[in-house]
């Protein structure tokens, strides 16, 4: 019943920046860590950044500073700021929340992902 929906993906030349959100939507619902994930043709799905619900955020090693990961609590949204964008970085990114809904145990939400490709 809870949803996860991407948005701000798109094509961009290499050194561009995107913004992308991620808004859930449903009722009675929790919103604990937050995630963004990624997963090129052919490639596995790999994680690249988390922020849990006061903030602490982590970053796959390889980002080298480029990406931000946020969030709104009071909008049920996180983002993630991309900067510096390079063709490696295409892929289709998917948000990924823990939540608890109805006082129930925690549980992993996914978004349907939004392509991202960087090209001159």
């Known amino acids: 019943q809870v949803q996860l929906v991407e948005s701000g993906g798109g094509l961009v030349q290499p050194g561009g920046s995107l913004r992308l959100s991620c808004a859930a939507s449903?009722?009675?619902?929790?919103?604990?860590?937050m995630a963004w994930y990624r997963q090129a043709p052919g490639k596995q799905r790999d994680l690249v950044a988390i922020?849990?619900?006061?903030?602490?955020?982590n970053y796959a090693d390889s980002l080298n500073g480029r990406f931000t990961i946020s969030r709104d609590n009071a909008k049920n949204t996180v983002y993630l700021q991309m900067n510096s964008l390079k063709p490696e970085d295409t892929a289709v990114y998917y948000c990924?929340?823990?939540?608890?809904?109805?006082?129930?145990?925690?549980?992993?939400?996914w978004g349907q992902g939004t392509q991202v490709t960087v090209s001159s």
């Open positions: 922020i849990t619900r006061t903030g602490t955020t």
């Open positions: 990924n929340a823990e939540i608890s809904r109805l006082a129930t145990a925690r549980r992993d939400y």
């Open positions: 449903g009722n009675s619902f929790v919103i604990y860590t």
